[in-house]
């Protein structure tokens, strides 16, 4: 069985930094891709962050491009995204979510957009003065 566990939230002010990780147990595909959503009250779930199972492909919201960024480690089957720089508007529960392919096309656009068979519970972000 597959779980998925997102950790590491907490309340930032703006321009602070916060490190959060996904353990992905049960996660024994050979290929795989982890992606980071999030959603605010009110609002559309959002696709945050997607990584490829070998760390080779990550793909990243524009609203977030050169403030988060994306790592895995393979072995452990965890999942991290740094978070830089952060705004009020970043503010959400952050959940990770996984898909037990990588699709030979269109990954790049299509991420956030596809039906992900696990996702974990979220962990709440906040940024507030």
């Known amino acids: 069985e597959v779980q998925l566990q997102a950790s590491g939230g907490g309340l930032v002010q703006p321009g602070g930094s916060l490190h959060l990780s996904c353990a992905a147990s049960?996660?024994?595909?050979?290929?795989?891709?982890i992606s980071w959503f999030r959603q605010a009250p009110g609002k559309e779930r959002e696709g945050v962050s997607c990584?490829?199972?070998?760390?080779?492909?990550?793909y990243y919201a524009d609203s977030v491009k050169d403030r988060f960024t994306v790592s895995g480690d393979n072995a452990s089957k965890m999942a991290y995204l740094q978070m830089d720089k952060l705004k009020p508007e970043d503010t959400a529960v952050y959940y990770c979510?996984?898909?037990?392919?990588?699709?030979?096309?269109?990954?790049?656009?299509?991420?956030?957009?596809?039906?992900?068979?696990?996702r974990g519970q979220g962990t709440q972000v906040t940024v507030s003065s």
């Open positions: 979510a996984a898909l037990s392919i990588i699709p030979e096309q269109a990954l790049d656009v299509m991420w956030p957009h596809y039906v992900y068979e696990y």
């Open positions: 049960g996660l024994t595909f050979d290929e795989y891709v």
């Open positions: 990584i490829t199972s070998k760390g080779d492909r990550t």
